[in-house]
């Protein structure tokens, strides 16, 4: 059983603070992560995808890939309100036609 | 630019009755489509995916069908809906290209089931 977990959170940061959200997988040779943001109500959007280890930034966001522990991150820098929304790691699935599967998510509350 | 229509966006159907859910995509050929489901406070559960018209691929045992009758449309129905069917129905499409493709979803239909 192929997994993704995270923490469910909520996670409470301050404005402008950086938001650390992370995520584990099981699935050994899964080649392609991405980070979705969902706010309440609304279907997820792609805000991230990640393919190799190490960091790739894109605005205010980092995410960080470390294949061997089986790790990827998402950072926010200079949180805003806006960005309070729950989070989803998804990985795919290897060999199986872009299939993702998707933790839980973690719920960032960004107060002011 | 690709963009994927879903409808209905709210339903509220009681239980026994069918289902018939729409999803289409414009500005792609041959993409791979799929059924997600969100039930309240839950990660999404994939239930089909399909790589061509006619091809369904079934995730998980349920009281749920799909169907690709056309290259850009997916369909999901059911003949008789339970009360667990309950959530946040979500149609996805990637490009063929494997592996480094991400999903993008429709807007979701959310389906009460009384």
């Known amino acids: 059983q192929k997994e993704v977990e995270q923490n469910s959170g909520p996670l409470s940061v301050p404005e402008g603070a950086i938001a650390s959200l992370n995520c584990t997988y099981s699935?050994?040779?899964?080649?392609?992560f991405f980070w979705y943001r969902q706010y309440s109500g609304k279907s997820p959007e792609l805000i991230m995808s990640i393919y190799s280890n190490g960091d790739k930034e894109d605005g205010r966001f980092t995410a960080q890939l470390n294949k061997a522990s089986q790790y990827v991150s998402l950072l926010i820098r200079d949180s805003q309100p806006s960005d309070s929304a729950t989070y989803l790691c998804a990985v795919n699935v290897a060999g199986g036609y872009n299939k993702l599967i998707f933790g839980a998510g973690t719920r960032l509350a960004v107060h002011p | 630019s690709q963009t994927i229509h879903q409808w209905p966006a709210t339903l509220v159907q009681p239980v026994g009755s069918p289902l018939s859910l729409e999803c289409t995509v414009e500005?792609?050929?041959?993409?791979?489509l799929y059924w997600y489901r969100q039930a309240a406070g839950r990660g999404l559960q994939l239930l089909f995916y399909?790589?061509?018209?006619?091809?369904i691929s079934s995730e998980v045992p349920q009281n749920l069908s799909a169907s690709r009758p056309q290259d850009r449309q997916f369909i999901l129905s059911s003949k008789k809906l339970l009360l667990s069917d309950s959530g946040f129905y979500l149609c996805a499409w990637t490009a063929r290209i494997q592996g480094q493709s991400p999903l993008h979803f429709g807007n979701g239909t959310r389906l009460t089931v009384t």
């Open positions: 500005g792609t050929s041959n993409p791979n």
């Open positions: 399909s790589v061509g018209i006619g091809q």
């Open positions: 699935d050994r040779v899964s080649q392609s």
